[in-house]
């Protein structure tokens, strides 16, 4: 990426260094020497969430479908920066919708990955169980609520649970896509992905058998440390 001027390569160490801080973006902690994303390798093994996700189901969305956001991201700048060099101002408005959506496909990916781990179920525990009681009334209608957002996500997109900080609360997102229905400023603390590929080898089309596998897989003591770093 020669292409690439001084203020992306700031540009993308600031975002690694606001992603650290909320715990996300394993491949961002140091940036590559070339100033280009890379693919973060997994915390667990291609079959360390079988049953609930398939080894087959995970390498493909790691190594096929997470890897081309990446590379979508790096191939969005190199060509932001082409396009200011030759002044090509038309191509800037498609561009950047190309960075929304390769931009957030890679930041949530990072943190899907992280959203689960293999071994026993886990729960919600101290202060995020607290918050999760203020803002949904319980564990369990806080449950009931991130299922029912991920079931019906229209066509391809993500749940997210956030803490947004204004108002100092959790909330539960729908995103379409990977960029829309999104509050600025919210800190993603765990999401799940239900774009088709996330699924749809092992599922097929029940996607709720899907969301209620994944909510069984939750790393909540993961969670937790992202609410910690999101609210101290
Ligand atoms: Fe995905």
């Not at 070339?34 to 390498?59: H, M, T």
């Not at 959506?101 to 886990?122: E, K, N, Q």
């Not at 729960?123 to 319980?138: H, M, N, T, V, W």
Request: proline letters at 4%; glycine letters at 10%.
């Amino acid at each position: 990426m020669a292409e690439m001027n001084r203020r992306e390569l700031l540009g993308l160490g600031a975002l690694a260094a606001g992603l650290g801080a909320l715990g996300l973006g394993q491949a961002g902690e140091a940036p590559a020497a070339s100033g280009e994303y890379e693919l973060p390798k997994l915390p667990y093994g291609y079959d360390a969430l079988a049953p609930a996700i398939e080894e087959k189901v995970l390498r493909l969305h790691h190594a096929k479908h997470h890897a081309a956001y990446v590379k979508g991201l790096n191939a969005t700048l190199a060509a932001l920066a082409k396009a200011r060099e030759a002044g090509d101002l038309a191509s800037i408005s498609g561009l950047s919708r190309a960075l929304a959506f390769h931009g957030s496909g890679h930041v949530l990916h990072d943190l899907y990955w992280r959203s689960m781990r293999p071994g026993a179920a886990t729960q919600p525990e101290g202060a995020l169980k607290a918050a999760l009681e203020r803002d949904f009334g319980s564990v369990e209608k806080f449950a009931a609520h991130f299922a029912a957002a991920a079931k019906a996500v229209e066509g391809s997109g993500w749940a997210i649970l956030v803490h947004e900080p204004i108002g100092k609360r959790l909330l539960v997102l729908q995103v379409l896509n990977h960029q829309n229905l999104t509050v600025w400023g919210a800190a993603p603390l765990m999401v799940c992905d239900v774009w088709e590929h996330a699924y749809y080898l092992q599922y097929a089309n029940d996607r709720a058998a899907y969301v209620d596998a994944f909510c069984k897989i939750i790393d909540w003591p993961g969670v937790a440390k992202r609410y910690e770093a999101a609210t101290k």
